[in-house]
């Protein structure tokens, strides 16, 4: 506890100290949960979409049990369809912590903040800042929906607006499964540009072989060419960040803890089903029979809760992946359920986490190592990596230049949100 102390008044940022005065909750910046992955080794961590609070709480529970750091997040277009969002993600899961008494270092993560547009840009330029002031710790730049070239210079006009003592991830490459596969140029021309900019994310997400929401193909995380890219940007001091974690087997993710550089693993889609009650395989896929979702009698909320979600979303003509959206329609309702109800909903999500925490991320213990860090540095753990590329040489003509050059093949379009 005295650790723990020491921890918390020197870990949590400003924007949380001026948030949260009286808290116990040791939220902390992205950055620490990177380095204390890091610092293990062969070690990644949760980043739970928190779409409900069952999903926060079960993550929470979990964490506490397993003494691991993780992160919370949400994505920019889940905000649409679930009740927690970018703006109050923070308080959420501070009132979590402290009412369950949580000690393990938590970062809270906006994450995919997806620029498409020029009013996508304008936007984020007034945005970013106030998301930090609601109290995210972390957030994930997703340009990755423009040209590689579009996608540089986005991250060089947003990436000053992050304080430098928060999380930062960037990516390249839409998350589409098997086709549009990340390269290693691709990458190392993103990261190369910002660097010779000084700016340097703490993680990179690529499209390496998985999906968003429930896996159908089969063809998962392509562990050796993840390896291969991270390898090429090592210089850089960038981390890598898994999307799309829900539906690869135990050992493809073990594969990613041990052979690559990843310390971030996104866990969404799965978590949800697990709150809602559903069966779900050991890969995080919600199982199906006859086209319908299979609900576990003594699991998640009540068979008439249920029900009634399966009613609704029908109603809707909402096919499998839609029942996401069951979320904002149905948390009140699921907060009036008998507690004994509410706490089934967390601890499945708990006993899923746990799992991952210990037996296939290897993040057990990570809390420790985070909190000697905080009390080593303070809540800024600072830049992995100095300016090693020559700016003249990454002016936006030459860069654009360059990219006219690059062969590159990014796969069909569509939605590939979250």
């Known amino acids: 506890m005295a650790d723990f102390e020491k921890a918390l008044a020197n870990g949590r940022p400003p924007n949380i100290k001026k948030l949260f005065p009286n808290s116990k909750a040791l939220i902390v910046s992205g950055k620490v949960i990177d380095r204390a992955l890091n610092k293990k080794g062969k070690a990644m961590t949760i980043a739970a979409n928190g779409r409900n609070m069952y999903v926060i709480r079960g993550v929470l529970a979990a964490a506490q049990k397993a003494n691991a750091a993780v992160i919370i997040e949400i994505a920019r277009s889940e905000a649409t369809y679930c009740p927690t969002t970018m703006a109050n993600i923070a308080r959420r899961v501070d009132q979590a912590m402290n009412e369950m008494g949580i000690t393990v270092p938590v970062a809270v993560h906006a994450d995919h903040y997806f620029i498409k547009t020029p009013a996508d840009l304008a936007w984020a330029k007034h945005e970013i800042p106030a998301l930090f002031e609601h109290g995210i710790t972390s957030i994930a730049i997703d340009a990755s ?247 003249a040489q990454w002016t936006e003509a030459k860069y654009r230049a360059l990219y006219a050059t690059m062969d590159v093949d990014k796969g069909p379009e569509g939605n590939f949100d979250d």
């Open 145 to 391: 929906h423009l040209p590689d070239d579009d996608n540089l210079a986005t991250n060089i006009i947003l990436g000053p607006l992050i304080p430098t003592w928060a999380g930062y991830e960037t990516e390249v490459g839409e998350i589409k499964g098997s086709q549009g596969l990340s390269t290693a140029v691709e990458a190392g021309f993103l990261i190369k540009g910002l660097n010779a900019h000084d700016i340097v994310p703490d993680w990179i997400a690529l499209n390496n072989g998985t999906t968003h929401g429930i896996e159908s193909t089969g063809a998962g995380i392509q562990v050796d060419l993840t390896a291969d890219i991270h390898k090429s940007l090592e210089p850089y001091g960038t981390s890598g960040a898994q999307h799309g974690t829900s539906g690869n087997d135990s050992e493809r993710l073990k594969g990613i803890a041990e052979k690559t550089h990843t310390t971030k693993a996104n866990v969404a889609t799965g978590l949800q089903m697990i709150s809602f009650g559903l069966k779900v395989n050991a890969f995080g896929n919600a199982e199906m029979k006859d086209g319908k979702f299979i609900k576990l009698p003594d699991q998640g909320c009540t068979d008439e809760m249920w029900e009634a979600m399966v009613a609704y979303a029908e109603k809707q003509g909402w096919k499998a992946g839609d029942y996401k959206k069951l979320n904002l329609i149905f948390e009140r309702q699921w907060e009036g359920l008998e507690k004994p109800i509410r706490d089934r909903m967390a601890k499945g999500v708990e006993d899923f986490v746990y799992d991952l925490l210990v037996n296939v991320f290897n993040a057990k213990d990570t809390a420790d190592i985070a909190k000697e860090l905080i009390i080593e540095k303070g809540y800024d753990m600072g830049v992995k990596a100095k300016r090693i590329e020559d700016p």
